[in-house]
């Protein structure tokens, strides 16, 4: 078959190379335009472009999918097939009527649980212990359309956000090739979402990323896990803003009020509405990361506030 890709960010990357690798014809991809990225917010392209360049294939970088230029440049591509992973632009149904088997999405939750833009966030954040990725035909709703094919994996009570979506990165790249491999061959027929089960994951902002030290340990551990490695998680220390890396829950940690700090030879303990959570990682602003006993030895106070 002929196939067009659409992703952006690593996490897409996995299952282009997929794809370049197996017996279907890979004709190009479709990305987002050049924007700032990354910590120095310099312009720069996409991962998928970049890879795609590397190697020679064709990088179609519309603003919009929703111009009859942009309906006319698919119709002259004449794919089968469009594969869709974090895109990261909604698709117009003119568009996902065009190609003759319509768009495919490897999103990666169990739907209909984690609808939206960070399934696998939500998921941490919530504290489910199982996840996956999902296949499904693209239509006009939010991540609603039927669904081809799972795979599951797994949460443990110390994996990022990050560490979920480099594994789901793999298994569903695989998960996506054999998807096609049998819309080649006729052999596979999506079945309906559930009506039972759905979740919203939308978008995480900066906001969602800040700490927050009035919550339980296990809720501050979750929240910290669940913004690594973007956005980040971030809480203000006399004013100065600071990112965190995953923390510890300390049952027999000292006692100390929500945001207290308290530090020892070996940890650096902050208070919250339960247990004290032990630090791992601190970044402060224009800095990097080091080991928060390192940071606590250059303060000037051994017993302040985070809030």
Do not use: C
């Amino acid at each position: 078959m002929r196939i067009l890709f659409a992703g952006t960010p690593q996490v897409a990357v996995p299952t282009l190379e997929a794809l370049a690798e197996s017996p279907h014809e890979l004709v190009g991809v479709l990305t987002q335009p050049d924007a700032r990225r990354g910590r120095g917010r310099k312009v720069a392209r996409s991962q998928v472009a970049q890879w795609a360049e590397n190697r020679g294939l064709d990088v179609w970088t519309p603003t919009t999918l929703r111009t009859e230029e942009a309906h006319q440049r698919l119709r002259e591509l004449d794919v089968d097939l469009v594969v869709v992973v974090a895109y990261g632009k909604l698709v117009p149904r003119e568009a996902l009527d065009i190609p003759r088997l319509g768009w495919i999405n490897l999103h990666f939750s169990l739907l209909p649980a984690w609808r939206g833009a960070a399934p696998v966030q939500h998921a941490v954040l919530s504290g489910d212990d199982m996840t996956g990725a999902s296949v499904f035909q693209l239509e006009a709703g939010m991540d609603t359309g039927p669904v081809f094919g799972m795979v599951t994996d797994s949460i443990s009570s110390r994996d990022t956000s990050g560490d979920v979506l480099e594994r789901l990165s793999v298994s569903g790249a695989r998960l996506a090739v054999d998807v096609v491999n049998a819309l080649a061959e006729d052999d596979i027929h999506a079945r309906p979402q559930s009506s039972d089960g759905v979740s919203l994951a939308p978008k995480i902002t900066s906001a969602d990323a800040r700490v927050r030290w009035s919550e339980p340990a296990f809720a501050v551990d979750r929240r910290v896990r669940a913004v690594t490695p973007t956005p980040g998680a971030w809480t203000e220390w006399q004013g100065e803003r600071f990112r965190l890396g995953p923390v510890t829950v300390d049952k027999d940690g000292p006692r100390l009020e929500p945001g207290r700090l308290e530090t020892t030879k070996k940890s650096v303990f902050v208070g919250t509405a339960t247990d004290p959570v032990r630090l791992g990682t601190v970044q402060p602003a224009g800095k990097k990361a080091m080991d928060a006993t390192a940071w606590a030895r250059g303060i000037q106070e051994s017993d302040g506030r985070f809030e």
